[in-house]
């Protein structure tokens, strides 16, 4: 019998294979800081997320496979991650410090897209990722408002804007530029600068993932962010009736056209539950979301129930993820950003442009 050694632990560990990436994480460079003293064993398994909803299952099964290695007397396995630097379009110059950059989207406005933005940049914030949000939804900007900082205008530091922080989001929005009243009238040209002052000349910092909150329809801005920077994706948010999905099919064909992968399709307000029967009701009908994923291939996301909890959150600048985390409404939220967080690390690690990091 072979002595203990670190290629058998790292071969043992082959088994384990990432359900998403459908490589072994021996492969994949997941297996970090491995160390072999006598019948010690210890790693880290840095996965791509922190979002990641197979986390304790993987620790398990690395935790049992090589704790029945031969001469094997304890196993230690910390779990970490680390968000991978976005592929983005070639041409386009990254933002530094910023991973990836998601676009939420919508083909028209009322689909609660700005309260899905903010609660998938909360809810990523608290599984431990850096996450800010870019309020490039210039003609109603209430980002400010949903996350509950105000109008205060934010510090420049060499000349720099700093974001605004709450409930560990950082924050820019035009909301906080300019005056409460003043109306936004903005053309073409315009529009194109305030993209790019809220790319180039904010410091964000590092982030895993900057949310960017686009206006409804197929415009000006998506057109900006697209020409400006490398977006690793677009989410989609509809509600289930057939007035929302005909505009979430040209929303799908715009981001074709400007070769921005779309990652997936949230359906929000898909249905109520009556606090006090307990009933469902699909007030905007059911299953329109799937059946755009079916129509065009693409991935569901998830949905979102109706709730008060929602409307009272996004009002008192409080999330619902954070207001009110045993919610339904909380839960759904919380699997959606596991969802993006996981296409994100997908399109990422794709194996024509991937380069597999070595442990």
């Excluded at 677009?234 to 929302?244: F, I, K, N």
């Excluded at 709730?307 to 339904?328: F, L, N, T």
């Amino acid at each position: 019998m072979a002595d203990l050694s670190e290629e058998i632990v790292l071969e043992a560990l082959k088994q384990i294979i990432d359900p998403d990436l459908r490589k072994d994480i021996v492969t994949l460079g997941f297996i970090k800081d491995l160390k072999v003293d006598g019948g010690d064993v210890s790693f880290r398994i840095v996965l791509t997320t922190p979002a990641c909803p197979v986390k304790e299952q993987m620790e398990a099964e690395a935790t049992g496979i090589v704790g029945a290695l031969h001469s094997v007397t304890s196993v230690k396995v910390t779990m970490d991650a680390e968000v991978p630097q976005g592929r983005g379009i070639a041409n386009n110059v990254a933002v530094p410090g910023v991973k990836n950059i998601v676009a939420v989207s919508s083909g028209k406005g009322g689909v609660g897209k700005s309260t899905v933005a903010v609660n998938l940049a909360v809810a990523l914030a608290k599984d431990g990722a850096k996450v800010g949000i870019m309020d490039a939804d210039v003609y109603g900007p209430n980002v400010p408002i949903m996350l509950g900082t105000g109008y205060n205008q934010p510090k420049v530091e060499n000349g720099k804007l700093i974001p605004i922080e709450a409930h560990g989001v950082k924050m820019i929005s035009m909301a906080v530029l300019v005056p409460l009243d003043k109306p936004m009238i903005l053309r073409g040209p315009m529009l194109h600068g305030v993209v790019r002052q809220f790319l180039a000349d904010v410091n964000w910092g590092d982030l895993d993932y900057l949310i960017v909150d686009m206006p409804p329809g197929t415009g000006d801005v998506q057109l900006s962010l697209a020409q400006l920077v490398p977006v690793q994706g677009a989410v989609l948010v509809t509600t289930p009736q057939e007035v929302s999905l005909s505009d979430v099919r040209r929303a799908v064909k715009m981001f074709e056209q400007v070769n921005v992968p779309v990652l997936g399709v949230i359906e929000n307000m898909s249905y109520f539950i009556a606090p006090d029967t307990g009933n469902r009701y699909e007030i905007f009908g059911k299953g329109g979301g799937q059946r755009l994923c079916d129509e065009y291939g693409l991935n569901f996301l998830g949905e979102v129930p109706m709730g008060i909890e929602v409307r009272e959150g996004g009002d008192k600048g409080v999330p619902v993820v954070v207001s009110a985390p045993d919610a339904i409404q909380s839960a759904a939220f919380r699997k959606v950003a596991e969802e993006v967080a996981r296409q994100v690390s997908i399109e990422a690690m794709k194996p024509e442009l991937v380069i597999m990091r070595k442990a």
